[in-house]
């Protein structure tokens, strides 16, 4: 082994092409794998030693051959050696874009997959694909490059294809434009003085991207490619046919329209399986039709003849065979199939240059009809494309050919080769085998195609009958002979694709004299020599065709020479050639050359009338014939006798004058085969016979130069260069055209002229060869400047021919083709001389409005600068102020009556040439003064034009004065600007950089360039940057403010806020923002340009600084834009800016003593832009920290010092406040939380007096809940705006989102009935009462009665909706939000949320799970430890709760009905209680341990009640109490009979049908098996254990008691519903729970004698109209809370403090209500007013305090009575409606120590039928309905035992339809008199009432007086026997 050396410079990178890992093992190695990059130290044979990139720490050895050195450059800076890889440009940006394309793909990838419901689901599907496919190819590409196998050529090719698949991508995935140059490389833009080879100018980079625009704009239809030949692609695999036979197939296109074949015939030979004969060409039968034109192609076919190869009767082969016969082959027509270009290839153009699929597809087959004969054949196609059926038939379709699909390619021939190889290069076809050619020359030839073709193709014959019977099968032989009759060996091509034949055999057309072939064969022959076609003829030989090898027919001939006489080959089109026969029958055609072509070859009829002998042997028939056709297509010879005899024009001196006027109509094919010797006999002539042939040469000379122009032979000029500059020799020519010149222009010929300037290119091309040639000959210079002269008089007449004599086509033609002379003029003349013949002959075009001469007048122009005088110095100067003379009159806007189009184009025309201009002096005189001499004409006039062009209408346009504009802003520097601007005045200055900013400002704005053009928009910037930094400088000597006039001051004040709004909107361009680029991107943009904002902004800041106390001048007006530039995410930039405000706020303060103002806008703006989403936190804090540290300074006085930390406290509480809002994402699933901040930000405004953002925010609140349908919380929101308002006020309101200008009190009317609706719609009928008051009464003080009416009306209408509308209550649930994850606005922060009707648990939950994905929900319902509090993650906790309801005022004292009631028990709520039951021992609860059931109440208290403006309301403070077993069982027993009783009173209302549910609750509750019912009550309370170990609840087991025999009723009550509703299958359960029922009730007699009662009076403990919370809450403020064993902790949320009002058992504060006034509580004014009742009634007895307080709070309805109705007197009234009769539950007085009876006084009042719901009598419905929804046994004495003995009272006063009956009841401690006041106001004293005699209760409609007689004397006996 070898000693380790130092690894040479080339070889010290590589790349691993395989995985290393043999010795692994081997402490000495490195391993590597594949793709891994590695630097290499030392080689030592076959090894390296070396280190991975990625790994330098470990070094090792490693084999050479697996790795791949690539190219790097060792660089050494002191003892580090650094070695940085050489990449091919191309090859690094393909690896970055497929890094980059891979994280774009796969997010692709997801998103799509992720939502299969996307509207663009299956356009995303294919762009993914799509992109898939790109990368695939780049990859391949790479790959192949890697491997170093490819050439130069293919390398480049892949790199080509590399960058084509980049761009395709970028264009599909939307990603920036990559500029390149033609060779694919990408370039950049200059931004510096130092222009690097891969840097572009502006104009440069503008025209690459609009090219790249307009070609795919524009692909596969621009109009440069239509010239392009196009080639077709066959491919042949197998034909199908059920013949048997070997076949011949033939195909050549047909072109329908013209009806003819218009290339060759390719041929396939198959065997009789329909394969090819050759086994090597399977599957490779194919060919190329080429030089097709593009309009060809609409009707262009592909026409496939089948001939079969056999004998001439198929059934004739089998018998020859068998006889031993050797049988002769002929072909027979026997179909066809044919294929349309235009609909096999679905789009001709979308397909060009596409390679389709290798798809195989079948072609039918046709046959002509059974009774059509054979000579029909040729014509079958055009019959079978049109559809004439009844010509031919199809075969079935198991018989076909099978081709491969038809590919297009389009461009010349050899490019097609060269991309396509595997196509042309074939092992098993010779290359020209596979070329089928067109008929003729292509469209364009081109010269170095030599072609020396003849096309013959076989029309028709004509022979006699003869002395046959049947006529016979002809067979034509085709062979070339020379002038001996020898044969040429193979000079024919049968075609393509098969090798050539000496004789070619015609089909045979069976039993046909008239035969029509239509057979194409090609003749190839030598230039020259004996076989040349001057020495050859073509020999047709005729015989009949049989079977059989015998022929005694006698053989005919025919014969055409290819040459005439003169030596002209034959001309093109139809032959008639004459038969010629034997005399004698032979097998063989025996004459020889000498005996027949002396003879004549062309058939006429006028020659013979009868056949003629012309020698012994042959004669001649007169009417038989053979016609032919010939297209000759040759390089080499001609078929113009004119044309030949001018080569030889000395031979033909006499006739030279008619032989150059006939060459003046010559086709330009034969033209250009002799271009060379043409001109040269021309000049010969001219130079010999100028004064007899003058004249014409010339004219000669002009129409060949014009043939040349043609498109057609434009590829012919090269060759006419090549022969001006070697092979031209004529001194003397140019005197002679440049007079024949003169003269032509002078004498203005119109009718050649134009032709004269065509050619003048040319003419001037000769004209400067020949005095070139002329110069060197002679020595005198005499001459030359005589040719000047004579040069220079020439143009002088050309300027005056078309300034004198204005022809239209003249002067077009003569600007077209003038610049094409200019090249030839600076050979010959000085620079300074051609510049002042351009500028002559452009000064001289006539200025007029002809459309054509402007087109042409701006292309010439254009011409002239896009050649080379410009480039040179000199000519630039002296031309450029022509030049921007005559584009300054084009590009000016002025009135015209013009075509607006026309104008446009003349524009456009004339900005190409202004781009071609700078671009030239960008390249190549940018540090020259040639730019001042643009600058000073153009510069005001681009700002005006792109200033006024329409950005939308003319996008074109614009990007182009846009992109001048910047190109020319770019080649100015500082002097430039200084001088551009010194001369003008200051008023014209500030008129001038008005406008400028104005136009930059528009610019930045709005970008003309699309956004994937992100090269030209940095470029932009950067130059307006540039721009603005030089403007500025002369902007700085204006002050603001100074003498003048005042309107001369407000343009001072408005150029310097158009500067301070350009700068803002230049910082804040979308284009700039870098932070939302990818990285790669931002880096590339941060390291050719950095941060171009920052240097803005500084900018910006120092010439705000230069205003000094002018600044004030500004403010308000730059506050907000100068905010919009602090919320650019540049922590640069805002450092920069924000101290901006403190001088702001400091000037202003100085000047006017306050900022409010700058407050105000500061706020308002801050609101505006950061709900548009800018800022964040960090700009919060570094606001607040550095306007905080400004305010604190101790140079600033202490009230600005006050004021200003007050002001930013309120922004950083605003900015707080606005994040928030932000965060939250728009959407359904949002809505709440959103909401939220709105609120904040609401009272935010509304703390600030900020009116019109209150108002503003309020709006945001309302269109939030109607766009989720909370109505009642849309109403809530709009009344807080109503409630700003007055009815009083009658100015005026402007115009506020929807609502119109109008008056305050018609705005809050307005307010008020949209209140009504959403209340309505939110079914909170009741809500919107009060609302109908406010209007109505409105409505009555301006006496507008119609809409008095409508109001009442629809209230009228909202208390029937009450009662007959389903309502569902609302529901309640615990939300809290825990972890710091949360924003700060819910951070930790609990929350109850009013959930739609009907919602569920999960639902709810589901709901705040999409609205925050991220967080998890916690499975309990106890308070968070602080763990998951402090936790950064996010956790919910969601659980129902339930309302607990103080009664309502307007409910004290009163029965109302449950429909009214139950709205307000989930309405207007500021109360809500979870209850948790647990084991106190901590064993686990059993569903029947009553007896241990411990009940854990958390009652929450919101900050609102709900539901209001939100439906998420935070949580105020918290309470937490414990029931004990009793009071749980108390708690469970109420709220089962409150629901019985709602669910019962449902059906007496007949609101329900379906008995089940009724059903259920019945039998679950009579007959309950799972929790044992009310036996397990009495096991576990009322047994004698339980009473000894808790005598404190004494109470409460007789409050049990008397719950229970009130579900008894209850369920007695259920029993008599159920009967009259439930099924007659049903009837066995209902006749059980009765039995068990009875059971029940039994059972319960004894708690009635325990309690006193007797067995038919029922004890009603509690009103069940009231809800369970109600009774619950009134049993916690009562007495009985005295009795619990509780644990109440009070959880403040805003001091977090104990709440000083938790005491034991003492009643809470009020709930916050929505009425600002302050009640007293009602219990302590109940206990007041029974006092002093008691204390003037001595006669009874007092009631113990204990006692009283536990008969009122034991009883709700007692309570509220005695709440509500205390008159003066100390006497309670209760008022009730004809319901409240019916559903009124009394108090039972049945107790111990129970008042006196009160005395009872009953009284009508005027009915009130608002409420009136009720049909039939009071009376029947109490005596009909026992126990109606509330029974007539709640109370004793019982109000209709009272009814049923007032013997005057009939059923009639009682009739709901008549009257309202109320009746008062008079509680007075004083005496016990009764007093009834019936309707007649009539009053009977009944004396007194013991109240130990209770009235009797009897059924009946009526009661009779004798009852009441009876009762009323017992109680007065009994009196007074006690007294």
């Not at 059926?389 to 390619?409: C, E, H, M, P, W």
């Not at 086709?667 to 010999?688: P, S, T, Y």
Request: charged share 25%; proline share 4%; with cysteine.
């Amino acid at each position: 082994m070898g000693r380790w050396a130092p690894a040479p410079d080339e070889n010290c990178y590589g790349v691993a092409v395989f995985e290393y890992n043999l010795h692994r093992d081997h402490p000495q190695c490195l391993l590597l794998e594949l793709g891994e990059r590695v630097y290499i130290y030392e080689e030592c044979d076959g090894w390296y030693r070396g280190c991975s990139t990625s790994k330098q720490h470990i070094k090792g050895i490693f084999p050479k051959s697996f790795v791949k050195i690539k190219p790097s450059v060792r660089e050494v800076v002191g003892n580090q050696i650094t070695i940085i890889p050489i990449e091919d440009p191309i090859t690094e940006e393909a690896k970055s874009v497929l890094r980059e394309w891979h994280e774009l793909w796969k997010d692709l990838f997801t998103e799509t997959y992720k939502d299969s419901q996307l509207f663009n689901y299956k356009a995303r599907i294919d762009l993914f694909c799509s992109i898939k496919g790109i990368m695939t190819d780049i990859i391949k590409c790479l790959s192949s490059s890697y491997l170093g196998v490819l050439g130069q050529n293919q390398l480049e090719e892949k790199k080509v294809k590399i960058t084509q698949s980049i761009d395709n991508g970028n264009q599909l995935l939307s990603l920036d434009l990559v500029p390149r140059d033609e060779h694919g490389n990408k370039v950049n833009p200059v931004t510096c003085s130092d222009i690097s080879p891969d840097q572009k100018g502006v104009l440069e980079l503008y025209n690459i991207h609009k090219k790249v625009n307009i070609h795919r704009a524009h692909k596969g239809s621009d109009a440069t490619r239509t010239n392009e030949p196009v080639h077709l692609f066959l491919g042949i695999c197998q034909c199908v046919l059920l013949n048997q036979t070997p076949l011949e197939v033939y195909a050549t296109l047909y072109n329908f329209d013209d009806n003819k074949m218009i290339s060759e015939r390719f041929l396939a030979p198959l065997t009789k399986n329909g394969l090819p004969e050759d086994r090597e060409r399977l599957n490779d039968i194919s060919t190329v039709f080429t030089d097709i034109c593009r309009d060809d192609l609409v009707n262009l076919y592909i026409i496939i003849r089948y001939y079969r190869r056999g004998p001439v009767k198929l059934e004739s082969s089998g018998n020859n065979n068998k006889a031993g016969g050797n049988t002769v082959e002929y072909l027979r027509p026997l179909g066809l199939s044919y294929i349309s270009i235009k609909t096999h290839i679905d789009t001709v153009e979308a397909n060009l240059g596409v390679r389709s699929d290798n798809n195989i597809n079948r072609l039918d087959i046709y046959t002509l009809s059974k009774d059509k004969s054979e000579n029909n054949f040729s014509e079958l196609h055009r019959k079978v494309i049109m559809g004439e059926k009844a010509q031919f038939q199809q075969l079935d379709r198991t018989q076909g050919l099978y081709i491969s699909n038809i590919k297009v390619f389009p461009g010349p021939l050899e490019l097609v080769k060269q991309q396509n190889p595997h196509i042309f290069k074939k092992p098993s076809v010779a290359p020209g085998n596979m070329i089928t050619r067109k008929l003729g020359f292509p469209a364009v030839i081109n010269p170095t195609d030599q072609r020396n073709d003849l096309y013959i193709t076989l029309r028709e014959a004509k022979f006699s009958k003869g002395s046959k019977k049947a006529e016979r099968n002809l067979l034509v032989q085709v062979s070339v002979r020379d002038a001996k009759g020898n044969e040429v060996k193979g000079a024919i091509s049968r075609g393509t694709g098969e090798p050539t034949v000496d004789t070619y055999r015609s089909s045979v057309i069976y039993h046909c004299n008239s035969p029509l072939w239509d057979e194409t064969l090609r003749i190839n022959l030598p230039d020259h020599g004996s076989y040349s076609f001057a020495n050859c003829h073509l020999l047709f030989t005729f015989r009949h065709a049989n079977d059989k090898n015998k022929n005694k027919d006698k053989p005919g001939f025919a014969f055409l020479r290819l040459a005439n006489k003169d030596g002209t080959l034959i001309s093109n089109g139809n032959h008639k050639l004459i038969v010629y026969k034997d005399t004698a029958r032979a097998a063989e055609f025996r004459h020889q050359v000498s005996d027949y072509l002396h003879l004549h070859s062309y058939f006429s009829m006028s020659q013979i009338t009868k056949d003629t002998r012309i020698s012994s042997d042959i004669e001649q028939k007169y009417n038989e014939f053979l016609e032919i056709s010939s297209v000759f297509c040759s390089s080499k010879f001609t078929q113009n006798s004119d044309l030949k005899s001018l080569l030889q024009w000395e031979q033909h001196e006499a006739r030279l004058g008619e032989i150059l006027q006939r060459v003046q109509v010559i086709q330009g094919e034969e033209l250009v085969k002799f271009l060379h010797m043409i001109f040269e006999a021309l000049f010969m002539i001219l130079d010999k016979k100028d004064q007899d042939f003058g004249e014409v040469v010339f004219d000669c000379i002009v129409f060949i130069i014009c043939t040349l122009a043609d498109h057609k032979f434009e590829h012919f000029r090269p060759v006419l260069d090549n022969y001006i500059t070697t092979y031209f020799f004529h001194t003397q020519v140019y005197i002679k055209l440049l007079d024949r010149l003169k003269i032509k222009v002078e004498q203005f010929q119109t009718k050649n002229i134009g032709d004269i300037m065509k050619a003048l290119e040319y003419l001037f091309k000769f004209i400067v060869q020949s005095s070139h040639l002329h110069s060197q000959a002679s020595t005198i210079d005499r001459s030359f400047s005589k040719f000047t002269r004579s040069l220079l008089e020439f143009f002088d007449k050309l300027n005056n021919m078309i300034k004198v004599h204005p022809n239209r086509l003249t002067t077009a033609k003569t600007l077209k083709y003038f610049p094409h002379t200019i090249p030839e003029l600076n050979k010959i003349l000085p620079l300074q001389t051609t510049c002042q013949i351009i500028s002559n002959f452009i000064d001289a075009v006539p200025s007029t409005d002809e459309k054509e001469i402007i087109r042409y007048k701006l292309s010439c122009v254009y011409d002239i600068v896009k050649g080379q005088i410009l480039e040179d110095p000199v000519g630039c100067e002296l031309l450029i102020p022509l030049l921007m003379r005559h584009l300054k009159f084009h590009l000016k806007d002025e009135e015209t009556i013009r075509d607006k189009e026309e104008v446009r184009k003349e524009k456009t025309q004339a900005v190409e040439i202004l781009t071609h201009i700078l671009i030239t002096v960008s390249n190549k005189h940018s540090n020259t003064g040639i730019v001042r001499g643009i600058v000073d004409p153009l510069l005001e006039l681009l700002f005006r034009l792109v200033c006024q062009v329409d950005k939308v209408k003319d996008i074109d346009l614009s990007r182009d004065y846009v992109s001048c504009l910047i190109a020319l802003l770019h080649l100015m520097n500082d002097e430039h600007y200084t001088s551009y601007m010194e001369p003008m005045n200051e008023k014209d200055l500030i008129d001038f950089l008005n406008e400028v900013f104005l136009v930059f400002k528009d610019l930045v704005k709005s970008n003309v360039y699309p956004p994937r053009w992100i090269v030209m928009s940095m470029l932009q910037s950067y130059v307006v940057l540039n721009s603005i930094i030089f403007f500025s400088k002369a902007l700085s000597k204006i002050p603001p403010q100074a003498n003048g006039p005042q309107d001369y001051m407000g343009k001072k004040k408005q150029l310097w806020e158009n500067f301070f709004y350009l700068c803002v909107g230049f910082i804040t361009q979308e284009s700039l923002q870098l932070e939302e680029f990818r990285e790669t991107k931002r880096q590339k943009i941060a390291g050719q340009y950095g941060d171009m904002r920052s240097e803005m902004g500084q900018e910006m800041v120092r010439m705000l600084n230069k205003l000094g106390d002018n600044k004030k001048i500004f403010i308000p007006d730059i506050v907000g834009p100068f905010l919009e530039v602090t919320l650019v995410p540049l922590e640069s930039l805002r450092k920069e800016v924000i101290p901006i405000f403190f001088d702001m706020v400091e000037c202003y303060h100085r000047d006017r003593g306050n900022f409010e103002i700058v407050e105000r806008e500061v706020i308002d703006k801050l609101d505006v832009l950061i709900s548009g989403g800018k800022g964040d936190t960090n700009y919060s804090l570094l606001m607040y920290e550095t306007l905080l540290r400004k305010f604190n300074s101790p140079d600033i006085n202490r009230s600005l010092h006050q004021n200003g930390v007050r002001f930013v406290n309120s922004v950083k509480l605003l900015l707080e406040h606005l994040l928030n809002f932000r965060e939250v994402r728009e959407g359904d699933h949002h809505s709440e939380a959103r909401m939220l901040c709105i609120v904040n930000l609401l009272n935010f405004y509304e703390e600030l007096n900020r009116h019109e953002m209150y108002l503003r925010y309020i709006w945001k609140l309302y269109t939030s809940h109607i766009s989720q349908k909370n109505f009642v919380e849309a109403a809530y929101t709009l009344e807080m705006y109503a409630s700003k308002l007055q009815f009083s006020d009658i100015t005026f309101v402007e115009k506020f989102e929807t609502l119109p200008r109008e008056r305050v009190r018609e705005r809050k009317g307005r307010l008020h009935n949209i209140i009504i609706k959403h209340f309505e719609e939110g079914k909170s009928f009741e809500n919107s009462f009060r609302f109908y008051k406010d209007l109505c009464d409105y409505y009555e003080g301006i006496f507008d009665y119609k809409q008095l009416s409508e109001g009442l009306q629809r209230q009228a209408q909202g208390y029937m909706k009450i009662l007959n509308t389903v309502r569902y209550p609302n529901d309640y649930f615990f939300v809290g939000f825990y972890g710091q994850g949360f924003p700060a606005f819910l951070r930790n922060k609990r929350f109850i949320y009013c959930a739609k009707e009907l919602a569920r648990l999960s639902f709810v939950q589901i709901r705040f799970q999409e609205q925050f994905p991220k967080a998890s929900l916690l499975n309990y319902t106890s308070d968070p430890i602080a763990e998951v509090k402090d936790s950064p993650e996010t956790f919910l906790q969601i659980y129902k709760v339930t309302c607990l309801m103080e009664e309502r005022e307007e409910f004290l004292g009163r029965d109302v009905p449950s429909l009214i009631s139950q709205f307000w028990d989930t309405n207007d709520i500021a109360c809500f209680c979870y209850d948790k039951r647990f084991n106190k021992a901590g064993g686990k609860i059993k569903d029947d341990d009553f007896a241990n059931t411990w009940l854990e109440k958390t009652k929450f208290i919101t900050v609102e009640p709900l539901p209001n403006k939100l439906r998420l309301v935070e949580i105020a403070r918290q309470e937490v109490t414990e029931l004990s077993p009793i009071n749980t069982a108390i708690e469970a027993m109420e709220k089962k009979n409150r629901e019985l009783r709602i669910l019962i009173d449902g059906y007496k209302a007949q609101r329900e049908t379906n008995a089940n549910p009724l059903t259920m609750a019945l039998n679950g509750t009579i007959d309950a098996v799972v929790q044992g019912g009310i036996k397990k009550y009495e096991e576990a309370f009322f047994c004698k254990e339980y009473g000894e170990k808790n005598p404190a609840d004494a109470e409460n087991i007789m409050y049990l008691k008397r719950i229970i025999i009130d579900q008894v009723e209850i369920l007695q009550d259920g029993i008599d519903v159920h009967g009259k509703v439930c099924a007659e299958s049903v009837k066995p359960l209902h006749d059980h729970l009765t039995s068990q029922h009875d059971k029940l009730r039994q059972d319960s007699n004894k708690y009635r004698r325990e309690l006193g009662m007797s067995s038919g009076t029922p004890y009603r403990s509690m009103r069940t109209s009231t809800i369970a919370s109600n009774s619950t809450l009134h049993r916690y403020n009562s007495t009985l809370s005295r009795n619990m064993r509780s644990r109440t902790s009070m959880i403040s949320v805003t001091s977090g403090e104990e709440s000083p009002f938790v005491t034991g058992g003492a009643t809470p504060p009020p709930l916050p209500s929505r009425k600002t006034e302050v009640l007293p509580d009602p219990q302590a004014l109940i206990r007041d007013r029974r006092s002093a009742a008691n204390a003037n009634a001595p006669d009874t007895p007092a009631l113990p305090p204990k006692k009283r307080s536990s008969l009122i709070h034991s009883s709700p309805s007692l309570k509220r009575e005695s709440q509500k109705s205390i008159n003066s007197n100390g006497s309670l009234d209760m008022s009730f409606s004809n319901t409240s009769i019916e559903n009124d539950h009394e108090v039972n007085n049945n107790v111990p120590t129970l008042p006196p009876r009160p005395k009872i006084s009953c009284s009508t009042t005027p009915p009130d039928n608002s409420n009136n719901v009720l049909t039939g009598s009071a009376l029947d419905i109490i005596n009909e309905r026992p126990y109606g929804p509330y029974s007539r046994d709640d109370v004793s004495p019982s109000l209709d035992d009272l009814i049923t003995q007032i013997g005057q009272l009939e059923a009639d006063d009682f009739d709901t339809t008549k009257a309202t009956s109320s009746i008062s009841l008079n509680y007075m401690s004083s005496n016990s008199n009764v007093f009834v006041r019936t309707r007649s106001q009539s009053q009977v004293s009944f004396g007194d009432l013991d109240p130990a005699v209770p009235l009797p209760v009897k059924s009946g409609p009526r009661r009779r007086k004798s009852s009441f007689a009876k009762v009323f004397a017992k109680s007065k006996a009994k009196k007074k026997s006690s007294s």
